[in-house]
C-alpha cells in the first residue's frame, strides 16, 4: 500500500513537471476578443501576495489590540501579564514580517519587471 502511494506521488509530481513549459507557454499567448483578463502571471502572483500581506497585516494589529487588552485587564497577575506580553510580541513579529514581505514583493517585481530607469 505504501509503495502504491509513493508511485502515485511520484507519478504525479513527474507529470506537473512535465507540463509546467506547456502551461507557462499557455499562458503567454493571449487571445483577443474573449473578454478573458489579460494579465500577467507576475501580476495575478502579486495581487495573491498583496492580498495575503494584507490579511496578515490586519490580523496583527488586531492581535496586538487584544494583547493591550490582556495586559491592562491583567490586574497584577504575573502570568497574564506574561501572556499579554508574549501576545503583543508575537503580533508585533508578525506585522514586521508582513512589512518585510511587502518590501520583498516590491523589489522582486522591480527587478523582474524589466521597468526603465530606478
Given at each position: 500500500?505504501?509503495?502504491?502511494?509513493?508511485?502515485?506521488?511520484?507519478?504525479?509530481?513527474?507529470?506537473?513537471?512535465?507540463?509546467?513549459p506547456a502551461l507557462v507557454s499557455a499562458q503567454l499567448v493571449t487571445p483577443t476578443g474573449t473578454g478573458l483578463p489579460t494579465s500577467s502571471l507576475m501580476d495575478i502572483i502579486s495581487n495573491i501576495m498583496y492580498w495575503l500581506l494584507a490579511v496578515v497585516g490586519i490580523v496583527g494589529v488586531i492581535g496586538f489590540a487584544i494583547a493591550g487588552i490582556l495586559y491592562l485587564t491583567a490586574a497584577g497577575d504575573e502570568g497574564r501579564?506574561?501572556?499579554?506580553?508574549?501576545?503583543?510580541?508575537?503580533?508585533?513579529?508578525?506585522?514586521?514580517?508582513?512589512?518585510?514581505?511587502?518590501?520583498?514583493l516590491n523589489f522582486a517585481k522591480g527587478m523582474l519587471g524589466a521597468q526603465k530607469g530606478f
Open positions: 500500500m505504501k509503495n502504491k502511494i509513493k508511485s502515485v506521488a511520484y507519478s504525479m509530481i513527474s507529470m506537473s513537471l512535465i507540463l509546467t501579564i506574561g501572556t499579554a506580553k508574549n501576545a503583543m510580541m508575537y503580533s508585533i513579529i508578525g506585522v514586521i514580517v508582513a512589512l518585510a514581505g511587502l518590501v520583498a
